[in-house]
């Protein structure tokens, strides 16, 4: 395929990919929207990168399916969901109706009030005879992130067993794509744990609270696998990485059973203005990433919607983005710059951060926002620095590799792999216990282990080995997106409760747990990573409140893929640039204590040379004010 330098001219010689076909076509006079929307099944989850509209695409097809007089139910798995933003309804763990969409419902499947209603099953089981201090143990017992993870997992299984109380179809909007794979795969995991086992505990206490739920398990089971039941939606945006992720996921979908797969490409952008090089950059390179999609993604049925003008936010809007009817092209506005205040760019942060000689930097947000680019960016600036630097990441879709794309002397990288820490967790737990059990003790012990909770267990093992390296040099970590990074926070809140326990009463003795870490400012240096737009704007405040309810505060922001930093006219662009000088604003206003930037860049920051250009070039972006008349 024959390219040219991203921002020669909008496709002039990109092949551009196949027109979608009849099926693919956003079409219909009274319903419009999504292929799969013709002829839905009664599941339809909505799964992919963070960051690729997920949310978006499942509230719009939610909506217009109950415009068309369906009874739906729209449920989000992700711990940071922002459906309530969407829809300006309060978010709760039973169905709450939308205003203004008569047949449509939402639920969150808050991991909290799980836990404690799980915990509350479970102790209720214990009967009467139980002394306070068994009802203690078994508290204590169920209250790590297994017990969560579990209980969210519980819920999501009554949905798939025929509790649904009469929707003609269920929406899942699900948190990205390494923790939904995890969810996913929970149904399988526990149906095959708990096959013939009936012994007393495990590290979620009793296992007949387990026990009870068996056959809904394999009730969800069915219906994953049931193609006429359950279609997966794989979400993209026209973006290499995305992609790529969604053929991954489409993969390891087939290898838990679920088949019956659709492709949704969102954001499709096609430049209006030719002269403008920043959107024939944009709309090149995402010509470019869909003519190499991968033969598996290119043999399923596939939906494209375009780049919309307006933030999917309220009702009208979401009606609108699935709508051939949509709002049309926006007119043509004159260049205008960012807002009046001068921002600093990786360069400075990474000066900044360089002066402690070591620590541990965690690179914290929403899906999708860039983390990844990020910390590798300031690794690799840090090493530039002098300093020794590992970098690491809790993600399960581990993108670390593909963004450096090389090694560089200095920089160790690793990642926390749940399948390896899993063993490895199991192989030491087996070698401590050997010379005190007999063997059928240590096949009881060894069959415990299997449990899928072992897994949180040992990735946070492995997560506190890794802060406590930063006492002597650099340690960047790629967390994974908020949701899952807020289990593990938990799980660090639970081990820090459990030593402080132990150790009262034992006079000098002193303790230094990772929590403990993590709330020293000058250890450990919080970077939260976001867009410049709402919805990733707010759930960084809202992680940001987290952790400070964690006694946690963040250091500072980086505002990512700033288009408006690149500076363009094209009219469909501008027209979204007063959102990102309001989100602008906003950050400065307050909610950041210090705030970095990084623009829209025409060569993607993937690669040695180009992550390094992040932290080694001054990229600060000074405002020019709006011509009189523009908006500003």
């Given amino acids: 395929m024959e390219t040219k330098a991203p921002g020669s001219g909008c496709g002039q010689s990109v092949h551009r990919s196949t027109p979608p076909s009849h099926e693919q076509v956003l079409s219909g006079p009274a319903h419009d929207g999504l292929g799969f929307l ?72 808050d991991p909290d009030n799980a836990a404690e209603s799980y915990r509350q099953r479970v102790m209720s089981q214990m009967g009467g005879s139980a002394s306070a201090a068994e009802l203690a143990t078994v508290r204590e017992q169920l ?13 999501f299984s009554s949905l ?15 948190a990205p794509t390494g923790h939904t794979l995890r969810l996913l795969s929970l149904p399988k995991a526990w149906t095959g744990f708990l096959s013939g086992n009936d012994r007393g505990a495990s590290c979620l206490g ?32 026209a973006d290499s990485g995305a992609i790529a992720e969604a053929a991954r996921t489409s993969e390891e979908l087939r290898a838990l059973g679920l088949n019956h797969q659709r492709l949704a490409i969102n954001g499709v952008f096609h430049a209006s203005d030719r002269r403008d090089a920043v959107a024939c950059a944009i709309e090149d390179l995402g010509q ?31 009606r609108a983005l699935l709508s051939t009817r949509a709002l049309g092209s926006p007119p043509p506005t004159a260049l205008v710059s960012e807002p009046a205040a001068g921002l600093p760019g990786l360069d400075a942060l990474a000066d900044a951060l360089s002066q402690a000689g070591h620590g541990l930097i965690m690179v914290m947000g929403k899906g999708g926002v860039g983390k990844t680019t990020v910390a590798a960016a300031l690794a690799l600036g840090l090493v530039q620095r002098g300093q020794t630097v590992h970098l690491s990441t809790t993600d399960p879709a581990a993108h670390l590799v593909q963004t450096l794309g090389g090694e560089v002397p200095g920089l160790q990288l690793s990642r926390i792999d749940p399948k390896v820490e899993t063993q490895r967790y199991v192989d030491k737990i087996m070698a401590a216990k050997s010379a005190s059990l007999d063997a059928q003790e240590l096949a009881l012990l060894r069959e415990d282990l299997q449990s899928p909770c072992t897994e949180e267990v040992a990735v946070f093992h492995a997560f506190s080995r890794i802060v406590s390296e930063a006492r002597s040099a650099f340690v960047v970590l790629d967390t994974a997106p908020t949701g899952h990074s807020l289990l593990l926070m938990d799980a660090t809140g639970a081990y820090h ?54 006694h946690i505060e963040p250091y500072a922001w980086v505002l990512n893929k700033s288009v408006l930093a690149a500076g363009t006219r ?23 204590t210090r705030l970095f930037i990084v623009p829209w860049l025409a060569v993607p920051p993937v690669g040695l040379a180009e992550l390094s250009r992040l932290t080694n070039e001054t990229r600060s972006f000074r405002a020019r004010q709006p011509e009189p008349g523009q908006p500003g």
């Fill in 38 to 109: 013709h002829e839905p099944t009664h599941y339809l989850f909505f799964t992919g990168k963070g960051g690729v509209g997920k949310t978006s695409l499942s509230t719009a097809a939610a909506l217009s399916l109950a415009d068309a007089g369906k009874k739906v139910l729209l449920v989000s798995t992700d711990a940071a969901s922002n459906l309530d933003e969407m829809l300006g309804v309060a978010l709760h763990n039973s169905p709450t109706p939308v205003p203004g969409a008569p047949g449509l419902s939402v639920l969150n499947i």
């Fill in 143 to 155: 209250s790590g992130a297994c017990t969560t993870e579990i209980a969210s997992f519980d819920e």
């Fill in 160 to 174: 798939l067993s025929g509790n649904d109380s009469g929707y003609d179809h269920i929406l899942f909007d699900t």
């Fill in 206 to 237: 009793p296992h007949s609270g387990l026990k009870m739920q068996e056959q809904r398990f394999q009730a969800a089971l069915d219906a994953l696998t049931d193609s006429t039941q359950t279609t997966v939606v794989l979400v993209a945006r």
């Fill in 288 to 318: 470019a990433a869909l003519a190499a999609m991968p033969a598996s993604l290119r043999a399923l049925p596939q939906d494209q919607v375009p780049l919309r003008a307006f933030d999917t936010v309220g009702l009208t809007a979401l």
């Fill in 497 to 550: 409760r459990q030593m402080t326990r132990e150790f009262e009463g034992h006079g000098n003795a002193r303790i230094v747990t990772p929590l403990m870490r993590l709330q020293d400012a000058g250890y450990t240096k919080v970077i939260l990573v976001t867009l410049p737009e709402v919805t990733p704007v707010s759930q960084a405040a809202a992680l940001q409140d987290d952790l400070r309810r964690a």
């Fill in 570 to 592: 094209d009219p469909l662009l501008n027209a979204r640039l007063d959102g990102e000088r309001r989100q602008i604003r906003r950050m400065t206003a307050g909610l950041a």
